[in-house]
Nanobody
Framework: QVQLVESGGGLVQAGGSLRLSCAASGRASSSNAMGWFRQAPGKEREFVASINWSGGSTLHANSVKGRFTISRDNAKNMVYLQMNSLKPEDTAVYYC???????????????WGQGTQVTVSS
């Protein structure tokens, strides 16, 4: 079992930055691939970014590429999502997830946090 707790969400103006954090605990949390997903009101949950267990490989959705960066610190069991140049369309609940595969599909992630709200005003 892996427990995930997100933090760092909030209200920010367009063009601003936020850094989301995800604290992982439980069984072999540092060996899991980690991902960030988001869900806007009335929309399906979508992939944002993922990182493999070592941090050596990352994937970012086209919609955030060049603006968002995923990273991890296995010594602290933490995963981060640095979000720059935020846009109103980035407004969503952001979820941290852990899984055995380094992938973009929601179905490959077995463990999920409770989510943190990010609101970008225009």
């Amino acid at each position: 079992q892996v427990q995930l707790v997100e933090s760092g969400g909030g209200l920010v103006q367009a063009g601003g930055s936020l850094r989301l954090s995800c604290a992982a605990s439980g069984r072999a949390s540092s060996s899991n691939a980690m991902g960030w997903f988001r869900q806007a009101p009335g929309k399906e949950r979508e992939f944002v970014a993922s990182i493999n267990w070592s941090g050596g490989s990352t994937l970012h959705a086209n919609s955030v590429k060049g603006r968002f960066t995923i990273s991890r610190d296995n010594a602290k069991n933490m995963v981060y999502l640095q979000m720059n140049s935020l846009k109103p369309e980035d407004t969503a609940v952001y979820y941290c997830a852990a899984g055995n595969l380094f992938a973009t599909a929601l179905s490959t992630y077995a463990y999920w946090g409770q989510g943190t709200q990010v609101t970008v005003s225009s």
